[in-house]
């Protein structure tokens, strides 16, 4: 089969791999569609605890092609996506159901092969079907269900007010997450305008480009602060400048990867003072079917949040475009090549 291997920071190429043979427990899967995240960017850097070689890839869906001795659920021809995310079951963190420390977790695409490939090998306990859903749309469960696991960390209650930093496919996520979470009223800023005209029409009440001129007239529309405020950006001085837009008693949500070396200045008085809760969120823990649910009736629509559709030739260049922010949204690796090309009207 056709893989995007691997072999060192920025050393990939597409070659001919074998096909994974599904062991006892797993299902082989055909992928049609793989998200680029920027959990790959950093994997290709050389950033992240990956090891080479490696096929990336961990936001996919396809279809089965095969199943391993004492796979129950699943048959061949089966729709189906798979949480990249595979946990023992057996170590401390996993039975106080705190899954995403598992001592011995690993990730398909990260620390074991993943789906920029034609085809890659799942857990059942991983495999969930996505009925007649869009293949391109199901790439976009697995960044879905780690936004579910974000806001369930934060626990907004009915009639928050919230505040989101970027306007990417993450932060329009989380947008649309805070409504059906009940927020009263949620603003969001970036840089861009076009993100920002995306917002507007997903339902946000007040976009501002993230400036002078944005801050001013977020002060002005809500002098004591939000309730909650969520960073989709990852950038340390964005997060550092979110702090005193957070509401006395508030919430601080760190969702965007800062990298792992930054650091930012913040004042402990103040967190004491101000009664502040800063949260973190790392990956996702059992929330892939509620993002499956979310998206399958509607109550999430991701269709406005997909850019380009390229074919896995086409990701040796790309990689280098995405790495540099010149990518326009979620960019989908279509593994059929049929669907690529096709960009969003």
Do not use: W
Not at 211 to 217: E, F, I, M, Q, T
Not at 269 to 290: H, M, N, P, W
């Amino acid at each position: 089969m056709k893989a995007y291997v691997l072999d060192g920071p920025r050393r990939g190429m597409v070659r001919e791999v074998p096909i994974p043979v599904p062991g006892e427990g797993e299902v082989l899967i055909k992928v049609v569609s793989a998200g680029l995240c920027g959990t790959d960017a950093h994997i290709y850097l050389g950033e992240f605890y990956s090891k080479y070689p490696l096929i990336p890839g961990h936001e996919f869906a396809g279809v089965v092609a095969g199943v391993g001795k004492g796979v129950k659920r699943f048959r061949e021809g089966q729709r189906v996506a798979a949480d990249p995310n595979v946990f023992c079951e057996k170590c401390d963190y996993c039975r106080q159901n705190v899954q995403n420390f598992c001592r011995d977790f690993q990730a398909i695409g990260v620390t074991r092969d993943g789906a920029f490939a034609e085809y890659v090998v799942a857990p059942e306990a991983s495999v969930f079907d996505i009925g007649e859903m869009d293949f391109v749309e199901a790439a976009m469960i697995e960044p879905l269900a780690c936004v579910v696991y974000g806001q369930q960390r934060a626990r907004p209650e009915l009639g928050t007010t919230v505040l989101i930093f970027g306007a990417g496919p993450i932060g329009l996520l989380h947008l649309q997450l805070a409504r059906c979470n009940g927020a009263s009223f949620v603003a969001v800023a970036d840089i861009k305008e076009e993100r920002l005209a995306l917002a507007d029409g997903l339902g946000a009440d007040l976009v501002v480009i993230n400036d002078a001129a944005g801050n001013g007239r977020l002060r002005e529309r809500f002098p004591n602060g939000f309730d909650l405020v969520i960073d989709t950006t990852g950038v340390p001085k964005v997060v550092e400048a979110a702090v005193p837009y957070v509401k006395n008693a508030g919430t601080l949500l760190i969702f965007g990867v800062c990298p792992n070396d930054s650091t930012i200045r913040l004042s402990p008085y103040e967190i004491y003072k101000r009664d502040l809760k800063i949260v973190g969120s790392f990956a996702l823990k059992k929330t892939f079917q509620a993002a499956i649910n979310l998206l399958q009736n509607k109550r999430v629509v991701v269709s406005p949040l997909i850019g380009e559709r390229i074919t896995l030739a086409q990701l040796l260049e790309r990689m280098e475009e995405f790495v540099a922010g010149r990518n326009r949204l979620k960019t989908v690796v279509c593994l059929d090549e049929a669907l690529a090309g096709i960009q969003p009207l």
